[in-house]
């Protein structure tokens, strides 16, 4: 249940391994799309959606194809809801769905990621309400945290470790059962919460490291560190240490959602705040604005103000060399820079139109020929289509916020 990132490698892998797969989808222009061959996701392509359709697969709206599963997985999306914590409205509506057509013996799994209870608290009682059966008892129950990342061809599905948390032991091992056919790994969680406390656990610890290098990174500039310099030492080290990057802020489905439900479930239960989570997410959501003050001060220096100056954004997506726009900071950083009154325009290998009203696309022009009329040229993504030597060649300025140009005249985040 669910076409969309998850779903659809997911409903590929078992496709592969021979399993018979329906993907439910409630969009019917996605399921139109698919039963045409044709994909939505960066990481599938139009061939890859054909060789599924050869091996079976088949793609609907009708939700009472669940009755003939003998496995259904929830792959929802969970946005942030107003209060917070995550909009569990896609969960629930699938829950309803499902327990509508359930039958004995069917293992439901749970892949969205959420906070920790969500599985036995919220999703099991709307299973059993709509089909009168009972979890652990006539049918399985488990949470298995999805672990996908768009466009990394290193890890994939297949060779993912996949993290499986039950309602019981027995839906534990059933859950395992199913995920050994696809994956190379499965590892037990002692139940759900722990399971889907994991997820949490890897997306916080992300978060907050990618924090404390962005934080790091300001005032390095202020005391005139080069930080990029300082994190390629600090790798040297072979143990204890990871090295994350500084950046415009946080994007994708993940890290900049996740570890704010966490915030929101200890708060609401506990009655005090996660701190980590909070300070991270300040520190993380305040890097577009710390960039528009890095633009202001490159142009200050030479008596140019920001309102009417032109500037080019290089990549506006969330992750280099996909057409994935979730969450990217680049949203917030041309907004801000819009309000302030500058001429934006930019340039996204992977994307020809932007959401963003009042940002233009790079027109007829070369790429070079923008980079050098621009006042102010700012690397956002580094896509490795990019000739960024080039491009910081023709710039009057340029501003790298990857830290990948080491380039006369450019300066670094």
């Known amino acids: 249940m669910g076409m969309g990132y998850v779903g659809l490698p997911l409903a ?24 045409a061959g044709v994909s ?32 259904v997985v929830i792959c929802v999306p969970t946005p942030l809801g107003p209060a917070g914590g995550p909009d569990l409205g896609a969960v629930l509506s699938a829950g309803r769905a499902i327990g509508e057509h359930l039958t004995k013996g069917t293992l439901v799994v749970l892949e969205s990621t959420t906070y920790p209870g969500t599985t036995d608290e919220v999703l099991r009682p709307v299973l059993e309400e709509r089909s009168g059966l009972m979890a652990g008892e006539d049918f399985a129950l488990a949470f298995s945290p999805e672990r996908v990342d768009p466009g990394n061809q290193t890890f994939t599905i297949a060779n993912t470790p996949k993290v499986v948390g039950g309602l019981t032991d027995q839906c534990g091992k ?8 696809l994956v190379e790994q499965v590892v037990p969680a002692r139940g759900t ?23 790091m990174a300001r005032f390095s500039h202020e005391l005139g560190i080069d930080f990029w310099n300082v994190i390629d030492l600090a790798a ?18 993940c890290i900049p959602i996740d570890p704010n439900y966490l915030s929101h479930r200890v708060k609401e239960q506990l009655g005090y705040p996660f701190r980590f989570v909070e300070l991270a997410q300040e520190i993380n959501a305040g890097m577009p604005r710390y960039v528009v003050q890095r633009i202001q001060d490159l142009l ?20 280099p060399d996909i057409a994935d ?30 959401e963003v009203e009042g940002a233009r696309p790079v027109g007829g022009e070369s790429l070079l020929e923008a980079a050098a009329t621009a006042d102010v040229v700012v690397l956002v993504q580094n896509h490795a289509g ?21 380039e006369p005249g450019v300066e670094r985040l």
């Open 40 to 71: 939505h996701v960066d990481d599938l392509s139009d061939a890859e959606i054909s060789e599924m359709l050869d091996g079976g697969f088949r793609a609907t709206t009708d939700s009472s194809v669940v009755a003939t599963a003998d496995t």
């Open 386 to 406: 990019f000739d960024l030597r080039a491009l910081a060649e023709a710039a009057r300025r340029f501003l790298d916020l990857r830290g990948v140009v080491d």
């Open 193 to 215: 919460r722990e399971a889907e406390m994991a997820k949490l656990l890897e997306n916080t610890y992300r978060h907050v490291n990618i924090a404390l290098v962005n934080e």
């Open 174 to 181: 059933q859950a395992t059962a199913f995920y050994a056919q």
């Open 12 to 35: 590929q892998q078992a496709v592969r391994k021979g399993l018979d797969v329906i993907g439910l989808d409630t969009s019917r222009r996605v399921v139109e799309g698919l039963s």
């Open 236 to 253: 040297t080290k072979p143990f204890g240490f990871q090295a994350f990057r500084p950046g415009p802020g946080v994007g994708g489905h």
């Open 300 to 319: 200050n220096h030479d008596a140019i103000a920001l309102r009417g100056a032109q500037v080019l954004l290089l990549g506006i997506t969330y992750k």
């Open 325 to 354: 726009q979730r969450e990217t900071p680049a949203k917030p950083l041309a907004e801000q820079l819009l309000a302030q009154g500058a001429s934006l325009s930019y340039h996204d290998l992977y994307v020809d139109d932007w």
